[in-house]
């Protein structure tokens, strides 16, 4: 389950229905009715899901090459994901439990950024990119 407050349109989640999951992104939410609709299989198909329903995508290094981040290794084995002036960086790979990321003069030190919509709603609030 995921928290209906933390989502911004085209946070990437997974949808649950009859034990299918698929993965998609929001494309509307009714906060009165407590729904979040989710665009799924390359935009062909669309939904309306109860919160209970959709999940969040946990952060890996797969999902951040889905989102173009150059990945640098560094010599304390903390690994460095950057994308254009924007870093981020974990203390040892696939270890997303603490993250420090900044871009230019803002810098944070572990934000609550665990799960992709997390990221991108950070990313976006940083850079005024959408990811």
Known sequence: MINIHELKLDNFVIAEY???ERRGFVSDITLEDKMIR???DENKQDFWYDPE?????KLSDAEMGKFNFEKELLSDGAVKY???AFRLVIAKPEDFSYVEMW???DIRKNPNVHFVHQLQNQFHDMTKIFL
């Open 103 to 105: 871009y230019r003069e």
């Open 53 to 57: 329903n959709v999940y969040p995508i």
């Open 18 to 20: 009859e034990d299918q």
């Open 38 to 40: 989710v665009t799924t």
């Open 82 to 84: 950057k994308k254009d």
